[in-house]
């Protein structure tokens, strides 16, 4: 496990480094410094392993925008069992108006470093808004997400005992294209694509888990093994996402749809 020093953070995300807000939030706006609150995740066991930032158009908002950084447990064993996975933080804050100080449970597929963020209801999903008071709350706000990844990963088990049909499959895997693309004109793959092409012979499994990571992965990543589609008689391909905002709305969303199948298994 690679953990990033400041030179490496600053690189690959300088607004972290912030040391203001941008002028033109209000004056009840309350700065959080994110390389500062990195001494609350070290004491904690968390230390960062990937950084990276939103592009912005205006130069001027670039010192403050959207940035994130994803925390590890250098002790952590990936849980063979569940595919190599292992627990991540990821955080996310601006020095603008994009973002509250965001923390996000995460499994970490270490196989292929797929994100699987996890969204169960709002419970994973912790928030601290930019107030005077903020900073009073971050090491609390790591410590309570630390405590979430038992129940994730109990949830992750058991659906690794639900056994899906080719129909269940394929359901999932024409929401997964809702979620990314949109109407059915636009999807660049189909749901057979999606759901039943296999990268790896570990991901040939039909348990709920098994193909929420396959279905993920492949509608969230360029493998160039998804037959594809032509859409305006031009072939399409699925790009990477590379949007941190698109990231983690269509993973969230993505968990939520494998969560509902599982309730009606």
Known sequence: MNILTLDQIMKQAPAAFATHPNPKVSKRYGF???????????????FPVAARQSN????????????E????????????????????????????????????????????????????????????RHTINAVDQISETIAKISETFPLILSKAQSWSQIQLGDNKILELATQALNIRYGVEAKWP????????????????????????????????????????????????????????DADLTINKKLWEAAETLSLCA
Not at 32 to 46: C, H, N, P
Not at 213 to 230: A, D, F, H, M, S
């Open 56 to 67: 912005t158009r205006l130069e001027s908002n670039r010192p403050y925008t959207r940035h």
């Open 32 to 46: 959080i410094s994110t390389v500062d609150t990195l001494k609350a995740y070290e004491t904690q066991g968390w």
């Open 69 to 128: 950084i994803t925390f590890a447990r250098p002790d952590e064993k990936p849980i063979v069992s569940l595919g190599e996975v292992a627990p991540r933080i990821r955080l996310l804050n601006s020095h603008g108006t994009e973002s509250t100080w965001n923390n996000i449970a995460e499994l970490r597929r270490m196989i292929c470093s797929n994100g699987l963020i996890v969204s169960m209801g709002s419970a994973f999903d912790f928030r601290v």
């Open 189 to 244: 793959a189909r749901p057979e694509g999606i759901g039943f092409t296999h990268r790896r012979t570990a991901d040939s499994k039909n348990d709920l888990w098994t193909v929420f990571n396959r279905i993920q992965e492949n509608v969230t990543k360029n493998g160039g093994l998804v037959p594809t589609e032509k859409v305006n008689n031009r072939r399409r391909s699925i790009r990477t996402l590379r949007s941190i």
